[in-house]
């Protein structure tokens, strides 16, 4: 397991990496951010990646759809987030937003903003995923 800042960081070494943050979807809060900003404001690209985060979390169409016999959140478990990941990318870069699984409502996601040139974007998918099963929140 492994808090905030230490997720940060080590999002941080994947290569092409410009900046990552932990955001809550559903205020658009940064809990954590490190690196630079896209538009190089913290609190607003937050809140805009948070906007589109809230959209594709909460559209059906985009959600999984749940395998004969199973249930979610059956048990007591909390469900896992509706989406798993977005990738957004445009001329000269690419951001992810990986949707962490939590022990409360499941509305926080990793925000990689990766340098096109430089990034690796299946690298980026992969230890993200990793990263947001470690990530320890609570």
């Known amino acids: 397991m492994q808090g905030i800042d230490e997720c ?8 092409g990496a410009r900046g990552a943050a932990l955001v809550d979807w559903t205020s658009g809060l940064a809990l954590g ?5 896209p538009g190089g404001d913290q609190e607003a690209a937050a809140a805009e ?3 589109l985060a809230r959209l594709a979390a909460e559209q059906r169409a985009f959600a ?16 896992d987030p509706p989406v798993e990941d977005l990738i957004l990318s445009n001329r000269d870069s690419y951001h992810v937003l ?6 409360f409502d499941s509305s926080v996601f990793l925000h ?11 690298l980026a998918r992969i230890r993200l995923g990793e990263m947001a099963g470690r990530l320890e929140l609570g």
């Open 98 to 103: 990986r949707f962490v699984p939590t022990s």
């Open 112 to 122: 990689l903003w990766l340098a096109r040139a430089e990034g690796n974007l299946a």
């Open 49 to 51: 990646a948070a906007e």
């Open 33 to 37: 951010a490190v690196g630079e900003s």
């Open 8 to 15: 940060l960081l080590e999002a941080m070494r994947l290569p």
């Open 64 to 79: 999984s759809e749940s395998l004969p016999g199973t249930e979610a959140g059956a048990a007591g478990e909390e469900p």
